[in-house]
């Protein structure tokens, strides 16, 4: 299945070619993080379909992943 992904900040170059990443069956957001070649320990947020996730919150065809790192700031 296809999942629209898009990640943000420092995480920026591990968004996959297009915006879109082929995902099994079953995945979840934390499969997604491995395929994609992105620490769990760096991201601070997911966002499916505009709503925060888990990281073991699955994926179906067609949904709209963001993912973001802690973002510090003064």
Same mark, same amino acid.
Do not use: H, W
């Given at each position: ?14 968004? &996959?070619?297009?915006g @879109?990443?082929?995902v099994?069956?079953?995945?979840? $957001? /934390?499969?997604?993080?491995?395929? #994609?070649?992105? &620490?769990?320990?760096? @991201? ?7 709503? $925060? /996730?888990?990281?073991?919150?699955? #994926?179906?065809?067609?949904d ?11």
């Open positions: 299945m296809r999942v629209n992904v898009k990640c943000f900040a420092t995480l920026a170059e591990k968004s &996959p070619p297009g @879109v990443c082929q099994s069956e079953g995945a979840d $957001a /934390a499969r997604l993080m491995q395929i #994609l070649g992105v &620490p769990a320990a760096e @991201v601070k947020l997911i966002f499916i379909n505009g709503v $925060a /996730a888990e990281p073991d919150a699955p #994926l179906r065809d067609g709209r992943v963001g993912l973001f790192p802690a973002v510090g700031g003064g």
